[in-house]
């Protein structure tokens, strides 16, 4: 994941994905945070038979993605919620300190045995792999052991993890003890998405033994690696659809395609100046990083789905942003970039439209099955799952 985001990034097809900025001083405030951490996040201490690791972003104070289950599973569940990427949740517990010591002491560069090469011919762009396979894998090294001790501690019976790509020190450590591993569904799911697709299905190491979806489109959209299974557990976070404005088209940047996708929307401003076109930064954004044009309307703050709630249109690339929308009520128009791809199949179902001219957008589709993308929450299943 790391190699391909660094191909994309220097080739200039994409940008940052999820860009991270720190001052001097955003530094040592961390720092210090890792430190006091240490006495009061402690997980080692207490008593759990699960583990819920969520995923950093909060939007309003709240992760959406393991609320229900945090609620139903109470105080049997230890929270380890990182501080480093976000703000932890009240009452969770982390390995901050330890997570960044892991990676501030490696050798510089690792034999890489000809790859950095090899994918330079192959691309014709250069990638450090020796760089990336000398601090990952001792820190991953390091920290697996570490989350195995604390897993073995409390006697941990199932793991449940969002973003487990990111965190395969402790899916590894939980699979090393033969503890069940749970991912909970993030974001979209494609055969492009580096997370999820392996074709044909092989046998992959440190990978979680069920993935919970929103929705039956998500449990075959990729070929997941072998023994890993599906369930359809629903979406309990989106709004209710709110009563549409008519004239507001909500363009959902990313910070792979956010300065082309702006290009996008002046254009589609001008060719319809009866709408309210509006520019809506992805939370790893910030502001500073473009500049609008009058056409078009910046929003940064409030929440992304309460304005999908009240859009008519919505225009996008491949961020779950859309597929969201769709389940709100928006007419869905994919912009012609790169990662549009990840949108083929609403696109070939006619639940989207790939949007080549900007005169196209009115002719975006309502979704017929949002039920397909975003199924009732059933926490019954959960509580149920908990209780075996």
Same mark, same amino acid.
């Given at each position: 994941?790391?190699?391909?985001?660094?191909?994309?990034r220097?080739?200039g097809?994409h940008?940052?994905?999820?860009?991270v900025?720190?001052?001097p001083?955003?530094k040592a405030r961390l720092v210090?945070?890792h430190v006091?951490?240490l006495v009061t996040?402690?997980?080692f201490?207490?008593?759990?038979d699960a583990m819920v690791v969520?995923?950093?972003?909060?939007?309003?104070?709240v992760?959406?993605?393991?609320?229900?289950?945090?609620?139903?599973?109470?105080?049997?569940?230890l929270?380890l919620?990182?501080?480093?990427?976000?703000?932890?949740?009240p009452?969770?517990k982390?390995?901050?300190?330890f997570?960044?010591?892991a990676?501030?002491v490696?050798?510089r560069?690792?034999?890489?045995?000809g790859?950095?090469?090899a994918?330079?011919r192959?691309?014709?762009v250069r990638?450090?792999?020796?760089?990336?396979l000398?601090?990952?894998i001792?820190k991953?090294v390091?920290?697996?052991g570490?989350?195995?001790?604390?897993?073995?501690k409390h006697r941990?019976q199932?793991v449940?993890v969002?973003?487990?790509?990111f965190h395969q020190?402790?899916?590894?450590?939980?699979?090393?003890?033969g503890?069940?591993?749970?991912?909970?569904?993030?974001?979209a799911i494609?055969?492009?998405?580096?997370?999820?697709?392996?074709?044909?299905? *092989?046998?992959?190491a440190?990978?979680?033994?069920? #993935?919970w979806c +929103?929705g /039956?489109?998500? %449990?075959?959209i &990729?070929?997941l690696p072998?023994g890993?299974s599906?369930?359809v557990?629903g979406?309990?976070?989106l *709004?209710q659809a709110?009563?549409?404005?008519p004239? #507001?088209?909500? +363009?959902? /940047?990313?910070? %792979?395609?956010? &300065?082309?996708?702006l290009?996008?929307?002046e254009?589609v401003?001008?060719?319809?100046?009866?709408?309210?076109?509006?520019f809506r930064?992805?939370p790893?954004?910030?502001?500073s990083g473009?500049t609008i044009p009058d056409?078009?309307?910046?929003?940064?703050?409030?929440?992304?789905?309460?304005?999908?709630?009240?859009a008519?249109?919505q225009?996008g690339?491949s961020?779950?942003?859309?597929?969201?929308?769709?389940?709100?009520?928006?007419r869905t128009a994919?912009?012609?970039l790169?990662?549009h791809?990840?949108?083929?199949?609403p696109?070939a179902?006619?639940?989207a439209?790939?949007?080549t001219?900007?005169a196209?957008l009115?002719?975006a589709?309502?979704c017929?099955?949002?039920?397909?993308?975003y199924?009732?929450?059933?926490l019954?299943r959960l509580?149920?799952d908990?209780?075996e």
């Open positions: 994941m790391r190699v391909f985001h660094e191909l994309t220097r080739s097809i940008g940052a994905s999820h860009p900025r720190r001052t001083y955003e210090g945070r006091a951490g996040r402690n997980p201490l207490g008593s759990y969520p995923h950093p972003r909060k939007p309003g104070g992760e959406i993605y393991t609320d229900e289950l945090r609620n139903a599973l109470g105080t049997s569940a929270v919620d990182s501080g480093i990427n976000g703000t932890p949740l009452g969770s982390n390995l901050d300190f997570t960044s010591a990676g501030a490696h050798k560069h690792a034999d890489d045995r790859i950095t090469e994918l330079e192959l691309t014709g990638v450090p792999v020796g760089a990336l000398a601090r990952e001792p991953h390091r920290l697996r570490l989350y195995r001790a604390l897993l073995r941990i199932t449940y969002v973003v487990a790509y020190h402790i899916v590894g450590a939980a699979r090393d003890l503890i069940r591993v749970v991912e909970l569904q993030h974001g494609s055969p492009f998405h580096l997370g999820y697709s392996y074709p044909g299905r *092989p046998v992959v440190d990978q979680p033994d069920e #993935l +929103f /039956s489109y998500w %449990t075959d &990729a070929d072998a890993m599906t369930s557990i979406a309990s976070y *709004p709110t009563e549409k404005d004239k #507001l088209a909500v +363009f959902l /940047s990313q910070g %792979t395609i956010g &300065a082309e996708l290009h996008v929307a254009s401003a001008k060719e319809h100046p009866e709408l309210d076109v509006v930064l992805h790893s954004e910030r502001a473009y056409v078009v309307r910046l929003s940064t703050e409030g929440s992304t789905l309460e304005l999908l709630a009240g008519t249109y225009v690339v961020t779950t942003a859309l597929f969201e929308g769709m389940a709100l009520g928006c994919v912009a012609n790169p990662g791809e990840y949108l083929d199949r696109i179902s006619g639940h439209l790939l949007m001219k900007p196209e009115t002719s589709p309502l017929p099955a949002p039920e397909t993308y199924a009732p929450s059933d019954s509580t149920a908990h209780a």
